[in-house]
């Protein structure tokens, strides 16, 4: 069976490279940079704060969040009430709860390509 191994992904992740933020912001399904690509990555694999994730509840029209566990098989943890009826607006909520994890700091809800 594979495991996810916290110290495959060694990509630093920089609190202060908020132009990474916008840029997931901008396009949260691409495409992304190479920097990007590397952040995304350390985001999903290393387990830093639980792997996150987002499970279909509505085809196409509504998502919810959940945690994946540490032991496959054990029971994904869902959260029913913060749910999304836009994928770019889950995926953006994923990555925010995931830079705080990596970084300590949040990331504002409004968070856009025009903030300093």
């Not at 350390?42 to 996150?52: L, P, Q, V």
């Not at 540490?70 to 994928?87: A, K, N, V």
Request: aromatic share 10%.
């Amino acid at each position: 069976m594979l495991r996810t191994d916290p110290t495959t992904a060694h990509y630093p992740v920089d609190p202060a490279r908020l132009d990474l933020a916008r840029e997931f912001r901008a396009a949260p399904k691409g495409p992304h940079g190479p920097e990007l690509r590397k952040l995304v990555h350390r985001f999903r694999w290393s387990g830093i704060g639980g792997r996150w994730c987002l499970i279909t509840v509505e085809a196409g029209a509504r998502w919810m969040l959940a945690l994946l566990p540490d032991i496959r098989g054990e029971e994904i943890r869902t959260f029913p009430d913060t749910t999304f009826t836009s994928l770019e607006d889950a995926e953006w909520h994923v990555f925010r709860i995931r830079w705080k994890a990596h970084t300590g700091q949040d990331l504002p809800e409004d968070f856009s390509d025009t903030d300093a």
